[in-house]
Structures are given as structure tokens and as C-alpha cells.
């Protein structure tokens, strides 16, 4: 895969980890947070070396030819709103979020779900941008390196467009996933499962005590 | 597993296949319907000898030492306030159902979802049963048959009674699962996400054009 400017909106975990890999594969990557003097953001860019920066998410669409939003789901809406229609239109945006929201009480659900999801949300209010459900299914570390989790496991992309999701599942591909093991769910619809897979995972997260497993599909034939 | 008297409420085909099993496994089977002559109920039991019977969801209740709700989840509460909660007191019930909600377009979204799920509404109406969601994850054929997948591929189990999530992993063995494929997920509260597992199970279904597939997760460590 050709060396790509990669945007990141969201300088959590996820975007960072992102990044960091991004980068090792040659990427040109902007990290993009609400604000520019985002400690996080500028603190990630200064280690980064030449090819890493940091700015606001309206920088960070600007500067990318594929965009990534790793931000919570609760902002994610106005994260890509202040990144801007304009600067997306057009572009791949791989949406890696998940909607959770936590209770006082320690339960997590999902919000929207069911009959909407975030990547629909996102897909509906950025028409021109080519949206692509993907990653929201793991933990970042094994994201980024599937040989954490051993044998074959398995990824998950879904979205209108299908040049969209052969350039993410190409991406996918330089993060070290078999193409065999990148699952073509169809339509954005498909968020809704892929996000209500969360309650399930979670569970699954405190079962082990860690969240270094992945689904592995048995099938027949 | 020692035979037992159990009563499966439901006569669709995910209660017609696991009462075919549970005959074969050399258990005395009532299916349940709302109406003692329901014509399926009548059928299966005419053509499963003399360990096979039928009955109203009442019947079924009294007849079981083990109940197992496999009615649809729309109508499930309806179903086990018929059978009474004085015949389920006291008694295992695994619930299989799932409360899917079918839109005239084609798209299926659950009912209760997210904050709250059939198990745990199971478990609140009929406090003095205790309730064992499981098998809600996979096609009925594969239930009783795992080896129509290849490899190894899991279950799972959620409830509060320690006790009768024993009793139901027996019963799965029995059927041929392995002990270590059978994850117990904790409460009955871990219902929801396998509950919110069936809007994805859906697209796998549709992505491979049969049922013949199942869970399976890789594990680090």
C-alpha cells in the first residue's frame, strides 16, 4: 500500500495506537483533537518525529486523503462536524466508534441502537463522504497487531461503497489481517450488529480478564 | 445424564428439534402449545412413541423437572404466565428465546434491547425459577448437532443460579458440546448482549447463505 497523509480524529487510545502503526508503515499521520494545544495531541506529535502531527479536527480531515474517527461515540457526531462536510467530502472515513455510555452503576449500553447506529448517524449527516465500519470490534493493541490473539480471527467491515472498503480492507491487510479474515457484513446497516456486538464483548472481556481474544468463526462447507 | 421428564415450551422448530434430541437421549419429552390440539404439537407427539407427548403450556410446566422456553420472544411472557409460575417454581428453565421484531422491510430489531433483554424479564416475572439463558446464539440445527461446524466453536450461559447453570452445561454436554466450549458469562443481566448478538448472527447468516456456522473465539494466553 502507497504511503497515504492519514488523519485521525480522536487522541485517545485508540487513535494513538493507530497512529503509532500508521506511521510505522510509512503514513504521514495527523492526530486530530478538539483543540491544538491538546496535551495529549502535542505530546504524541512531539515523539512522533517529521512524519507525525497533531491539530484540530478540522486540520486533521484537511490534511488527510483517508480519514479515521477513532473519538468516542458520544462526540463523534460533533467531531466530525467541526471537522467539517467540506474537508471530508469525498474521502474514506473509517468509523471505528462504538456508542457506549456508562452508568453510575457500572452497566454500559448503547446509544442509538437497534434501529440506528453511529454509523449510520455518521453516514446519513455526511453524504458525500464514503463511510466504512470497521475496527469497533477489538481492542486497539490487536488491531494493530493480530498476532497478539493466535490461530485465524476475524474483522468485520460494512458500507455503501465498495471501492471504499477495498481501500480499508487493503489497509486492513498492512496491519497484518489475512484478506480471508477481513468479513464483508454489506451495507453501513450492518453497524447495528457490529456495534451491538459491545454488551456481548464486554462480557467476553471480563470472562478472560483481558482483551487480547477475537471472534473466530466456525463454518460449514 | 440421568433421563428426566422435560417439558419444552413451544412447538416451532427450534422446540421440535431439541425434543427430538432430548428422545433420543432417552428423555420423556412433553411439547407445549397454547392450545392442546395444536396441530404440530399433535403431529410430533403421534410420530415420537411413547416418550413423546404434547399439552397446553400448562401440561408442559407440570410435566418438567426442566423447562425450556423456546417459544418466540414476542409471545414468551405470554406463554409462561400460561404455563404458571406455581409449576415453574423451583424448576430450571433455560431460555432460548430471543424477541426479535420483524419490520415490514426486511429489517429485524429487538424488543427489549440495550437496558434490559427477555432473560432478565424471564427471571423478574418467575422469581422463584431459576433461570438459564443459553442456546440463544445459534441455529437449532447446530444446538443439538455441533459437529455440523467444524473445529471448535462455543455456547453460552448467563444466570444467577449457580446451581442450574451446572444442570443446563450437563444438558449441553449431553448434546455433544465439550465442557471448556461452554462459557458461562455470569449473571442473567450478560442476556443482553446475547440477546443483541442476533442483528450480526443475521448478517453472518446472510453473508454465508446458511445457519451451519457458529461462535468461535481465539484466546491469548
Known amino acids: 500500500m502507497a504511503a497515504m497523509r492519514i488523519g485521525i480524529l480522536g487522541s ?11 506511521l510505522t508503515l510509512g503514513h504521514e499521520v495527523t492526530l486530530g483533537s478538539r483543540s491544538e494545544a491538546n496535551p495529549t495531541g502535542t505530546a504524541w506529535a ?19 486523503e483517508l480519514v479515521i474517527n477513532a473519538t468516542l461515540g458520544a462526540v463523534a457526531l460533533a467531531a466530525l462536524e467541526a471537522a467539517g462536510a467540506k474537508a471530508l467530502a469525498g474521502k474514506v472515513l473509517v468509523d471505528v466508534c462504538n456508542p457506549l455510555v456508562f452508568a453510575a452503576d457500572g452497566t454500559v449500553t448503547l446509544d442509538p441502537v437497534n434501529d440506528d447506529s453511529m454509523g449510520e448517524r455518521i453516514q446519513r449527516a455526511f453524504p458525500d463522504t464514503r463511510v466504512v465500519k470497521a475496527l469497533n470490534t477489538l481492542s486497539a493493541p490487536v488491531m494493530v497487531d493480530p498476532t497478539r490473539v493466535p490461530g485465524r480471527h476475524q474483522l468485520f467491515v460494512a458500507g ?7 481501500e480499508v480492507t487493503a489497509l486492513l491487510e498492512s496491519f497484518g489481517w489475512p484478506a480471508a479474515d477481513i468479513v464483508d457484513l454489506g451495507g453501513i446497516q450492518a ?29 460449514a462447507g
Open 46 to 64: 512531539e515523539a512522533a518525529g517529521p512524519h507525525g502531527h497533531n491539530g484540530t479536527f478540522a486540520d486533521t480531515a484537511e490534511f488527510g
Open 191 to 219: 453497524a447495528r450488529g457490529l456495534e451491538m456486538l459491545m454488551p456481548f464483548w464486554l462480557s467476553m472481556m471480563r470472562h478472560h480478564g483481558h482483551t487480547d481474544f477475537n471472534y473466530a468463526f466456525q463454518v
Open 160 to 166: 455503501e461503497d465498495a471501492g471504499a472498503k477495498r
Open 12 to 22: 485517545g487510545s485508540v487513535g494513538q495506537t493507530l497512529a503509532d502503526k500508521l
